[in-house]
């Protein structure tokens, strides 16, 4: 007789949804023996690697028989020369999901209360299920957060409050009064989570904060940032955390010895280095979302603004079907259904003719 492993399971994995990443390139070459795909649903860049980088990983190659640096000096150094912190305030991961999910297990136990908003990204209240938190989801107010409801959901049993900015996957953002507003208005040992994945494409708009500038003034504050998004290294998995030093005390007790492979640490060093390569990401990225937005509206759709790189766009009927008509186009989108927004696509932006594909195939499935 077989066991029933589930009941063994705890009961915040019984329930628990696996996070649903965007549809591979050869899953879809394999399905429908497709080539020449376009994928546009995960938010990469589509630059290609850094050629600092990839030089930088070929040097690593020598010594891959040998375990990385465990502490991450050199990129550690070299964040903290760049974002004007100490060492001692950085916490590596394997992505800044590793670093979310070392903040959930450090501070949540079963019964304790998490904040967050709807449409946030999925994988903070994924995190948070799993380790048997109570989770409080506001509802979004224009796709984004409402903080005045947010801070009136904290309670005494409130140990982390999430917040996306730019929002994933909505694009839309918080600006720096009103985060402040916010975070003086909360307890100061509730720990607020304040994921910044796309702040390299944001942080030239006016009026968009600098997190890691309010840290002095907010010690309850955790940073995440990512390699993964304008740095062009999303298979490599590499985030990381700023905080107070006390905070990432804790997260590097909880954190997995060699969480950051010695390939992701090189890459990350050598890539903080490449400007050039970083104004170009970012500039084409500008260029992409206002072409997309263009030719969004164009079909009669619109767009959420995003200071991402990607639009959220309502289809005005069940997205599921389109979303399946575009893959027999060869072109990947992210349907969200799963984030509660059913009728709406995410569509991350490529090169120019990449978008001008999907512009193109979304025109002829909608007709």
Same mark, same amino acid.
């Given at each position: 007789?077989s066991?029933?492993? =589930?009941?063994?399971?705890v009961?915040?994995?019984?329930n628990?949804h696996p996070?649903?990443?965007?549809k591979?390139? /050869?899953?879809?070459?394999?399905?429908?023996? +497709?080539?020449?795909i376009?994928?546009?649903? /995960?938010?990469?860049?589509?630059?290609?690697?850094?050629?600092?980088?990839?030089?930088?990983?070929?040097? #690593?190659?020598?010594?891959?028989?040998?375990y %990385?640096?465990?502490?991450?000096?050199?990129?550690?150094?070299?964040?903290?020369?760049?974002?004007?912190?100490?060492?001692e305030?950085?916490?590596?991961?394997?992505? /800044? @999901?590793?670093?979310?999910?070392?903040?959930?297990?450090?501070?949540?136990?079963? &019964?304790d209360?998490?904040?967050c908003?709807?449409h946030?990204?999925?994988?903070? %209240?994924i995190?948070?299920q799993?380790?048997g938190?109570?989770?409080?989801?506001v509802?979004?107010?224009d796709?984004?957060?409402?903080? !005045?409801?947010?801070?009136?959901a904290v309670?005494?049993?409130t140990? +982390?409050?999430y917040?996306?900015? %730019? @929002?994933?996957?909505?694009?839309?953002?918080?600006?720096?009064?009103?985060?402040?507003?916010?975070?003086?208005?909360?307890? =100061?040992?509730v720990?607020?989570?304040?994921?910044?994945?796309?702040f390299?494409?944001?942080? &030239?708009?006016?009026?968009?904060?600098?997190?890691?500038k309010?840290?002095s003034?907010? %010690? @309850? *504050?955790v940073?995440?940032?990512?390699?993964?998004? #304008?740095y062009?290294?999303a298979a *490599?998995?590499?985030?990381?955390?700023?905080?107070n030093a006390?905070?990432?005390? +804790?997260?590097?007790?909880?954190?997995?010895?060699?969480n950051?492979?010695?390939?992701?640490l090189?890459?990350?060093?050598?890539?903080?280095?490449?400007?050039?390569?970083?104004d170009n990401?970012?500039?084409?990225?500008r260029?992409?979302l206002?072409?997309?937005?263009d030719?969004?509206?164009?079909?009669?759709?619109? !767009?959420?603004? /995003?200071?991402?790189n990607?639009?959220c766009?309502?289809?005005?009927?069940p997205?599921?079907p389109?979303?399946?008509a575009?893959?027999?186009?060869?072109v990947?989108?992210?349907?969200?259904?799963?984030?509660?927004l059913?009728n709406?696509?995410?569509?991350?932006?490529?090169?120019s003719?990449?978008?001008?594909r999907c512009?193109e195939a979304?025109a002829?499935?909608?007709?």
């Amino acid at each position: 007789m077989s066991a029933n492993f =589930s009941k063994r399971a705890v009961s915040g994995v019984r329930n628990l949804h696996p996070y649903q990443p965007g549809k591979p390139i /050869s899953e879809l070459e394999r399905e429908l023996g +497709l080539s020449h795909i376009v994928k546009l649903a /995960s938010n990469e860049n589509p630059l290609g690697i850094s050629a600092r980088a990839k030089a930088a990983i070929e040097k #690593a190659l020598k010594e891959v028989t040998f375990y %990385p640096d465990a502490n991450g000096f050199y990129l550690k150094q070299a964040l903290a020369n760049l974002l004007h912190v100490a060492m001692e305030q950085i916490t590596l991961g394997n992505g /800044s @999901n590793d670093v979310l999910d070392m903040l959930v297990r450090t501070f949540v136990e079963p &019964g304790d209360q998490v904040v967050c908003a709807e449409h946030c990204f999925i994988a903070f %209240p994924i995190s948070a299920q799993a380790q048997g938190a109570d989770i409080t989801t506001v509802p979004a107010k224009d796709f984004g957060h409402d903080l !005045p409801a947010m801070q009136a959901a904290v309670n005494e049993h409130t140990k +982390l409050v999430y917040l996306v900015n %730019p @929002n994933n996957p909505t694009g839309t953002w918080l600006r720096e009064r009103e985060l402040k507003t916010f975070l003086q208005s909360l307890p =100061s040992e509730v720990i607020v989570v304040y994921d910044e994945a796309y702040f390299e494409y944001a942080c &030239g708009t006016p009026e968009y904060p600098n997190a890691i500038k309010l840290l002095s003034e907010f %010690p @309850n *504050l955790v940073v995440l940032r990512t390699f993964s998004k #304008a740095y062009g290294l999303a298979a *490599l998995r590499l985030g990381f955390a700023v905080s107070n030093a006390d905070i990432a005390d +804790l997260l590097n007790r909880v954190r997995q010895p060699f969480n950051c492979n010695s390939l992701a640490l090189a890459a990350g060093v050598a890539v903080l280095e490449d400007k050039e390569y970083l104004d170009n990401a970012v500039e084409v990225n500008r260029a992409g979302l206002m072409q997309l937005a263009d030719g969004l509206q164009k079909l009669g759709l619109s !767009p959420i603004p /995003s200071l991402g790189n990607f639009l959220c766009v309502d289809l005005q009927r069940p997205a599921r079907p389109i979303y399946e008509a575009l893959l027999k186009e060869g072109v990947i989108v992210r349907p969200i259904g799963n984030y509660g927004l059913p009728n709406h696509v995410r569509i991350s932006v490529g090169l120019s003719e990449h978008n001008t594909r999907c512009l193109e195939a979304l025109a002829k499935v909608l007709a």
